[in-house]
């Protein structure tokens, strides 16, 4: 198979580990939902992998800086390589050009490994390629936890481990300064499961996924702790970047300094959006109700904004007030045309495929505002990597696909099965949008 990058395109090129996270997820996770007879899974099997090929590249290519003490990734016999790659790339993939991994574009990496991974683990026969990725995606899980999470010095979990902050890189963040939009604690726990299943595989030892068990659940606790203290209540929003609190008060030097890539601290944007689709896919994954408390929040106000649309000739939140987002809390500003821009409105609604509780005064709503969602997630194009990855990421999640990944996951949980399992049951959930047809007038460019 050949290599397949994703470019970031725009005036500063180059191939960033995002943009290849986010493809290498894609991947990983269409193969993981098809059937096995489907046309095309050969084809998108072997797509997958070759994303899998790029993202391998980029950590062989990997060697100023990366602040990994430890090489962890290859084969028997093999020179070892960082497992987490520089954040970019030239565009040929040929050299580096920004150092240090970026620990969002490797958590979905991994899982997009993961999943490809568990997606053809039953084929008879199995890829020549399956042993090569599922070891390497051990030891990147393996790598996730050493490299991008830092103990707290004195506060604990509640299995006794220190806190487990995560970092934003291999090189930087974690409990001065955070981003609450890196947080995936539904990718942690596939990671945990998944070492605890190929330990004795691709291990140092038989019991190396139990041993790191309790470090994984410190990560995940340390994780919800940080979004619900960042989490408005009222609205669900968070913010683009944090300070961590965890019982202190920061400086106002801590907080103006915690702001990079160019957004706002305070304002729910660029960055923020992202929490809802990571928190949304542990609440779909596992039901837990850390997880699940906090989607319906941010599904709840997205129901509120969106049952609005269309109705009315409210088509633009200059005309239309009601389909803006609302400050509050620790958000004090909401990114300009939420609704028309790809990256804020795929995983701010995708928080709407998670059923409000029935008793909830918007619950009547929610399918009204699922389908307005869906209907503008149709008329934006996958022209980019960032706002175009949302648009497709979106459509994946409101289309229902997301939630089956609950089925492919929990056979972690269950441990090595000779044979297919059984499915799974569904987590609660609305029924798939009804196609929606463009508005009228047109939105904006």
């Known amino acids: 198979c050949s290599t397949r990058i994703v470019h970031s395109g725009g005036a500063a090129g180059g191939v960033v580990s995002e943009g290849q996270g986010y493809g290498l997820f894609l991947g990983g996770a269409i193969v993981a939902v098809l059937p096995r007879g489907h046309a095309r899974r050969a084809e998108l099997t072997s797509r997958a992998y070759e994303y899998f090929l790029g993202w391998r590249k980029m950590c062989e290519l990997t060697a100023a800086d990366s602040c990994q003490e430890h090489a962890l ?42 999943l490809l991974v568990l997606a053809t683990e039953y084929d008879s026969p199995r890829p020549a390629w399956w042993a090569s990725v599922a070891q390497w995606t051990y030891q990147s899980s393996r790598a996730f936890l050493e490299h991008l999470s830092e103990t707290h010095p004195t506060l604990t979990a509640s299995n006794g481990q220190p806190l487990r902050m995560l970092k934003l890189g291999s090189c930087w963040g974690g409990w001065g300064c955070n981003n609450p939009s890196y947080h995936s604690p539904g990718h942690f726990r596939a990671f945990r499961d998944f070492m605890l299943k190929f330990a004795p595989a691709y291990g140092a030892s038989d019991g190396e996924g139990a041993r790191l068990a309790p470090q994984w659940d410190a990560l995940i606790e340390t994780t919800h702790q940080l979004l619900d203290e960042n989490q408005c209540a009222a609205t669900g929003l968070t913010t683009n970047w944090w300070v961590p609190r965890f019982g202190r008060t920061p400086s106002d030097a801590e907080v103006r300094d915690c702001a990079h890539s160019g957004t706002p601290a305070s304002e729910y944007g660029a960055e923020a959006s992202r929490t809802s689709w990571r928190v949304t896919a542990a609440a779909l994954w596992y039901d837990t109700p850390a ?10 106000h997205a129901t509120d904004a969106l049952r609005h649309y269309g109705r009315n000739g409210c088509y633009s939140i200059g005309g239309c007030p009601q389909l803006a987002l609302d400050v509050g809390c620790h958000v004090t500003s909401i990114h300009d045309d939420w609704i028309y821009n790809g990256f804020m409105l795929a995983p701010t609604a995708s928080a709407l495929v998670l059923a409000l509780d029935g008793g909830a005064p918007l619950a009547q709503h929610q399918q009204a505002a699922l389908d307005s969602a869906a209907g503008l997630l149709s008329l934006r194009a996958a022209s980019d990597y960032y706002s175009g990855s949302w648009v497709m990421i979106g459509t994946f999640t409101i289309s229902g696909d997301l939630q089956k990944l609950a089925a492919v996951l929990e056979r972690l949980a269950r441990g090595f099965s000779p044979s297919p399992p059984p499915p799974v049951p569904s987590r609660p959930s609305l029924p798939a949008p009804a196609p929606a047809p463009p508005p009228s007038p047109s939105p904006p460019p």
């Open 73 to 114: 990734c290859g084969g028997e016999g093999e020179a070892r390589h960082e497992c987490l790659p520089s954040w970019k790339f030239d565009d040929r993939l040929t050299a580096e050009i920004g150092t240090g991994s970026a620990t969002d574009g490797d958590a979905d990496a991994i899982l997009g490994m993961l």
């Open 291 to 300: 997880a699940a408390r906090f989607a319906r929040r941010v599904g709840a």
